[in-house]
Structures are given as C-alpha cells and as structure tokens.
C-alpha cells in the first residue's frame, strides 16, 4: 500500500495544473508529466475521444483510470447558484491524472484531528484530496479497456455526507479493484454541496438555484449518456449506486422526470429519502441566511459576490439554529419540491412511477450509527438506561419512552448501548427502507431487494459494531484501505467477495443473486432479506417485533 499512497501523491497535484491550462485554452505538455506517471510505475492509457475533447489518463494493473475530467464548467461567478454548463471544449490532449477539487464544504465538514478522540482512528473515508473549490464539476473513470464496444455495466457512484459534505477523492472510493474484478465501468463525481448546491432563491433567473446540486448530477448522467461507450461502457445498463447522502441523491434523482432513462438500476445504502424540504422550508432556510449574511432577500446577485467562506460561515450559523433537526427528516439546504426539477415527494404514487422499471437494491448496516456516536462521544458506550430518552431525543420525534420500553422487551439481556446502537439504525434507516420497498411493491413497480449487514467489526474490541459505510470499502474491495474500520481480517476480505460479487450481478442484469448467494426480491409475505454476515443467508422479517412496534408507535419519517 505503501506505493499506492506515493502514486497517488505525485499525480494529484497535476489535476490542479490541468484545470489552469483548461481555463488558458492549452492542451497540457506532457514531458514533465510522462516522467511522473513513469517514475509512479504506470504507464499512459490510451487516449480517447469525448464529446469535448481529447483526454488521457493511466493504466494501473489492467485498468484504465482517468480523474478530474471535467463534465461542467466552473460555478463560480456567474454560475453560482445556476445550472451547471457543460464544457466549452479544449484543443489537444487533456491528461487527466489527478483528482479534480472536491465542492467547497468549510474546514468545519473534514476536521479529522485525533487528538482528543481515539476511536476517529477507524476513519476510513478520509480525502486524498484537500483542495476545494467552486470549479469541481469534475468525475472519474476506470475501465478495464476503452474503444472496444465493450457494452459494459455502468455503475455511477455518489458519495456520502449528506448534501453538505463529502468528496469522490477517497481511496475506499478508488474503482480499480471494482473495475477489474466485476468487469465494469466505474464512475465518480462531484459536484456541488450545501449552501452552494441547495439554496432556494425567490428571484428570475435563480429558480433552479435549490436543486443546483441535484442538476450537476443530471449533468454527470447526460456525459455518460454521451461519451461511456467510448470507454468500453454500455450507456443502455447504468446503476447508481451510494450510501449515506448518495443514497440519498439516489432517492431524489428518481423524483426528477428529467433523470428518467439516464439510469436503469438503484442501489441505496443507508441513505433512504422518503421526503425533501417543500418550497416554503427551503424559503426559510434562505430567508435566514440573508439574515444572517445582511442582504436582502432573494438578492441572488449580491449572494453570488459573496467570498465562499462567508457563504460557508453564514451556513453553518443557519443549519445550527432551533428547531434540532431530527434524523429521517429532511434537512435545511437540500433538495427542494419544486414541481419541475423535482416533481414531488419520492414516494408520492405519481412519482413513484417516474422509477417503475428501475430495480432497486435497498438496505443498511445493524448498528448505524455505533461508530459515528463514538466518534462524536468516546464516552457514549457507558451509558445508562437512564440516560437513553435523552440521548434518543433527536431519533424518535415524540417521547422516547414507550419506543425504549418496547426494545427492552424484545432484547432483554442487552445493555444500555446495545439498545442504542440498534434504536438509531433501526430509526429511521432501516424502517425507512423497509416502508420504502412495501410502497414500492405495492405499486407494481420492478422488483426491491433488501438487505442489512449484520458483519461485526473487530476493531476496539468490537465496540463499534456493524457501524455505518461498514460496507463501502468492501463493495469498491478496497478492504486494506479501510482497515482502521474493518480490521483488515480474512474475514473482511470474504465478506468483500460476497458483496461485491452481488453488487456487480445486480447492476448487470437486475438481480443480486450469484453462485454462491440466491437472493430472492423483497415482498410482504415473507419479506426476504439479505444478512451479510460471517455466514450470509436470507431471513424473513428478520427483527420483525420491531418494525411490529415501530409501526404499531408510528415512529420514524411518515410514509
């Protein structure tokens, strides 16, 4: 791993040179640049032609990867707040090696100090790339070969973070080992995040100013319609797929009549949507930034003259302020129902049927959110059962006390932590996904398969359970970059052949069923489920006295 982290090092900062010459109108001189990716130990992949220009990026190990290739042009200026434009085209041969800027997010979104907390050791989702920028529309690409009508799979990954932070630059995000294993097409982008990607203005010439975020990725789909097949991929077979914020994206794009056809398969990992903001709470949102930031109202003019880190400050003020967000809930400066980007709620009967005949593989870890509350709080896993209504305050939405009392019964020998663990993966991830596929099997629509990771991590004694995004880097395989999380293990490794053997299968030809695992589609009746475990096996219903009683309660997001 020791040579991956040097290559990677030497080729990043070429992203930086590249987007320089871009703006000049230069093609990039290679003689520097061939000597860098020589001395890395690879060699020059070979060049292909896109609908914007030449480009040229590195072979690895019988991939081919290309980074930092630009699908839109800078936001800044007069772009903020505006639908993403395409390139305008370069002459020559852009070599595209290096990671492209991730979105301005503020140093608040990717402090990863350890020095007063141990357990943010097992981060893995780390950036290998710290530059931010507003010129990010950026994506990556890795191919086991290109110009060879290879009608591949297409799997487009989002990232995670929300709609406010996050990056495609990490090294559990890297597509090679994927690539190469499933004999697919990778792809990854960013695009823009928070108080740049999701705020709503009142004002002509904005009005797509509160799904700005959500039209980056349309874009990114519209260059894969365009240019995938040169790169050995089927642009007729894409699957997006992504946990955490980029299931969450998933959720949205099938809200988006204007994203429908430009994918044909869904994989949602922890990141279920069954609402957005409507107009009237992306309008507070705004309303209270231009508060706090002293301009008038729907004065989009004078917020796109504003320096990024202000907008970014007044941000974080605003998504700080009363009332506490609760989880499952949709968030201040996210996607907004607007009746035309997005055409109404996910889950709305009109709306589901934007996405009938899209496949979709939903599911989520057993304990969400173990590793992210140690990582807030080293003292969480010592507390007691009277301190649980408190800690469960922003999970429930009402009084915690019957939902905990009902736990208690159905898990009696477990500890104060072990209840929490579960309660804040079970509300509102995993009810969520299930409520999401009886909605959707009740439409008629093309067959959900579920699936939750049961897989306890060794790592702190295993005190962080089966944590959320335990599975990413064993999709990507990509298990040693993530070790911190998953101890690195045999185990780990066998797991990973698992998963992403069935991740690979679903977005060939719709199901997630191999050799090794029959994976039958979720229904009421028995309501199969997937269990990544030691040892995988489909269940029915697995856990169902508690989707019972969290039905019976009316707890989580009201589908």
């Known amino acids: 791993m020791a040579c991956d982290k040097d290559v990677r090092s030497d080729l990043t900062p070429l992203s930086y040179e590249r987007r320089a010459l871009l703006k000049a109108g230069a093609a990039l001189a290679v003689g520097a640049t061939a000597g860098r990716v020589a001395a890395a130990g690879r060699s020059f992949s070979p060049v292909v032609e896109t609908e914007h220009g030449q480009i040229r990026g590195f072979l690895r190990n019988g991939v081919h990867a290309f980074r930092g290739v630009p699908y839109g042009q800078t936001t800044a200026g007069n772009g903020r707040f505006r639908p993403p434009v395409a390139p305008s085209g370069w002459t020559g041969v852009l070599d595209t090696l290096g990671w492209g800027a991730s979105a301005p997010q503020g140093h608040s979104t990717h402090d990863r100090s350890i020095s007063n907390n141990v357990y943010k050791l097992a981060e893995g989702d780390v950036s290998l790339q710290s530059f931010e920028s507003e010129d990010c529309l950026t994506l990556n690409v890795w191919t086991p070969s290109t110009n060879d009508d290879g009608k591949r799979p297409v799997m487009l990954w989002l990232h995670g973070g929300g709609f406010w932070s996050g990056t495609a630059s990490t090294a559990v995000h890297d597509g090679e080992a994927l690539s190469r294993f499933g004999d697919v ?62 299931g969450q994206k998933i959720s949205t794009l099938m809200a988006m009549p204007s994203a429908r056809g430009l994918f044909h398969k869904a994989i949602v990992q922890s990141g279920q949507t069954p609402s957005l903001l409507t107009q009237d709470q992306a309008l507070d949102a705004t309303r209270r930034l231009c508060a706090v930031l002293g301009v008038k109202e729907g004065d989009g003019k004078a917020l796109q003259t504003l320096p990024v880190d202000t907008l970014l400050a007044a941000y974080q003020a605003v998504i700080a302020q009363p009332p506490r967000q609760l989880w499952g809930f949709p968030a201040r400066f996210s996607p907004v129902v607007d009746g035309e980007i997005v055409a109404g709620q996910p889950l709305a009967p009109e709306v589901l049927a934007l996405s009938a005949n899209v496949p979709l593989l939903i599911g989520s870890t057993r304990q969400e959110m173990a590793a992210v509350s140690l990582r807030w709080d080293p003292t969480v896993s ?28 159905i898990y009696p020998s477990a500890t104060a ?85 069935a991740w690979v299968a679903f977005a060939r030809n719709g199901s997630p069923s191999t050799p090794a695992l029959d994976w039958p589609a979720y229904e009421p009746e028995q309501r199969a489920t997937m269990l990544f475990d030691r040892e995988c096996r489909v269940a029915s219903d697995p856990d169902g006295d508690v989707r019972r009683l969290l039905d019976r309660l009316r707890v989580g997001q009201a589908l």
Not at 430 to 455: C, K, L, T
Not at 467 to 478: K, Q, S, Y
């Open 382 to 409: 010592s507390m007691s059962f009277e301190d649980l209504p408190a800690r469960l305050d922003g999970y429930v939405g009402g009084d915690p006390v019957p939902v905990i009392n009902g736990y208690r019964e």
């Open 417 to 501: 932590w072990d209840l929490y663990a579960i309660m804040t993966a079970d509300m509102p991830t995993r009810i969520n996904s299930i409520r999401i596929a009886q909605r959707r099997h009740a439409a008629g629509m093309a067959p959900v398969f579920m699936y939750r990771v049961d897989w306890q991590t060794p790592v702190f004694d295993g005190l962080m359970k089966a944590p959320h995004g335990l599975e990413v880097p064993l999709i990507f395989r990509n298990v040693r970059e993530a070790s911190g999380i998953n101890g690195g293990g045999q185990d780990a490794f066998d797991l990973s052949e698992r998963i992403s053997a």
């Open 185 to 246: 097409v990778v792809v990854s982008c960013n695009h823009r995040l928070n108080v740049l990607g999701f705020t709503q203005i009142d004002a002509p010439g904005f009005e797509e100013s509160g799904n700005a975020g959500m039209l980056d990725i349309l874009l990114a789909l519209k260059w894969i319609q365009a240019n995938i097949a040169r790169f050995g991929g089927d642009a007729r077979n894409v699957t997006v797929f992504g946990y955490s914020g980029g």
